[in-house]
């Protein structure tokens, strides 16, 4: 049976939005087409992972303090992770974990918590608790050439600067920062975005993508995925594309 091995970063501190459901729709999608879902937690004090021993690498977001906490964890494995990406491993992450990816992230208390570097990106708070950016938000990105709408729910403070490929254009909401036309950040094996909902469970085109791309990866096929029934996602999806995009309500 073909299987895909799956790192759950901080499991029990990027906890905030409800992220887990991620890690959810990921082993519902694979286990109904008969792939198994390996999935490892990794969290401060655990044992070092490998990170290239890994398909797939997924982090969910959390507050301030806690980016914080586990910052200087995550840093020491900066060099694992950059291989990890080089070599391919697919990482998924939302909003604190997307932010943590880049050069800092400054708190709203002005705080600057160190980045990986990684990427060239950083993220800066406003400097008052009450603006955020807060509510639905939809999204197109370009998978595999098919423009596709992505929809979720956005909540930070933080407002993300310096990104050449975003994850898609803002079709409603604010993106990576108030009033942005861009949204998030897609290079190759890597979606880094402020989409919560939880993400993958309003978008089951983009689960897919990223299963297709991780198993193709390691068994070196071009796996057809067997469709599954979405006709209840997609009737969801349907709702809220009209609610969001041509009634504007
Ligand atoms: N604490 C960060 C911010 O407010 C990330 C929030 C999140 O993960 N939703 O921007």
């Known amino acids: 049976m073909k299987e895909l091995k799956i790192l759950y970063l901080y499991p029990d501190i990027l906890e905030l939005y409800g992220d887990f459901g991620n890690i959810q729709v ?36 959390g507050a301030d303090q806690e980016q914080g906490i586990l910052a200087q964890d995550l840093i020491t494995y900066k ?12 990482f998924l992450l939302i909003c604190g974990a997307y932010q943590l990816f880049g050069k800092y ?5 002005g705080n600057k918590i160190p980045g990986l570097e990684i990427f060239d990106y950083y ?12 509510g639905n ?31 898609g254009s803002v079709l409603f ?17 890597v979606i880094a975005t402020y989409l ?3 993400l993958l469970s309003k978008n089951p085109e983009l689960t897919d993508y ?19 029934d979405d006709e209840f996602e997609n009737k969801c999806r349907e709702q809220l594309l009209d609610r969001f995009l041509t009634n504007n309500k």
């Open 210 to 228: 990223i299963i297709k791309y991780c198993l193709d990866r390691k068994y070196d096929e071009d796996i057809i995925l067997e469709p599954l």
């Open 173 to 189: 909401g604010n993106g990576n920062k108030f009033g942005d036309t861009k949204e998030g950040f897609f290079l190759d094996n």
């Open 123 to 134: 993220t800066e708070a406003i400097a008052d608790r009450k603006k955020r950016c807060i």
């Open 79 to 90: 060099e694992n992770i950059k291989q990890a990406v080089d070599n391919g491993t697919f």
């Open 137 to 167: 938000i939809v999204i197109e990105a370009n998978l595999n050439g098919k423009q596709t709408k992505i929809i979720g729910f956005e909540n930070h403070g933080g407002q993300t600067f310096d990104i050449d490929t975003p994850f």
């Open 26 to 61: 990921l082993k519902y999608r694979l286990e109904k087409r008969g792939f198994k879902a390996i999935i490892e937690p990794y969290s401060i004090g655990d044992t070092p992972p490998n990170f290239c021993d890994y398909d797939l690498v997924f982090a969910g977001g």
């Open 105 to 109: 992230y400054k708190g709203v208390e």
């Open 196 to 198: 919560h909902g939880p």
